[in-house]
């Protein structure tokens, strides 16, 4: 799969990391080119330094031929609204951006974007953890 990645914080580059191991085109977008050191020696996909609302930055990344754009940014606007490019300007096939608002999650939802809370994620391991040991 060609997969774009924006965001390359902790968990975009792990993510990046992952997909690249398992022999997927991956590009990473990020607005700070420092957060590519998050990205090991051995990653053999593409990082580029850009905004990833931005439409003209998404076609440098390969957007126009992406089968998979995912969203990890730390802002939940952020990640939304280049949800919402990537899905309703482009027509990737499979978007999905992170939302840390529980509350938010639910609305952007039912707005038909794909969101994952690691806020409500991690909520339900503690208590999982908590209450089955």
Do not use: W
């Not at 990020?30 to 580029?48: E, K, V």
């Not at 390969?62 to 609204?81: C, K, L, P, S, Y």
């Amino acid at each position: 799969m060609k997969i774009i990645i924006m965001g390359c914080g902790r968990v975009g580059a792990q993510l990046a990391n992952l997909l690249d191991a398992d022999g997927h085109q991956v590009t990473v977008i990020d607005i700070d080119a420092h957060s590519f050191r998050r990205l090991p020696p051995s990653f053999g996909g593409t990082a580029l330094v850009g905004d990833g609302t931005d439409e003209e930055m998404l076609k440098k990344a390969g957007i126009t031929e992406a089968d998979a754009f995912v969203a990890v940014t730390q802002g939940d606007n952020r990640n939304v609204m280049a949800a919402q490019i990537a899905r309703n300007i482009f027509n990737v096939p499979r978007v999905i951006c992170r939302i840390y608002d529980p509350l938010r999650k639910d609305v952007y939802e039912a707005l038909g974007l794909e969101a994952v809370s690691p806020t409500t994620v991690f909520a339900q391991l503690l208590r999982d953890k908590l209450l089955n040991e």
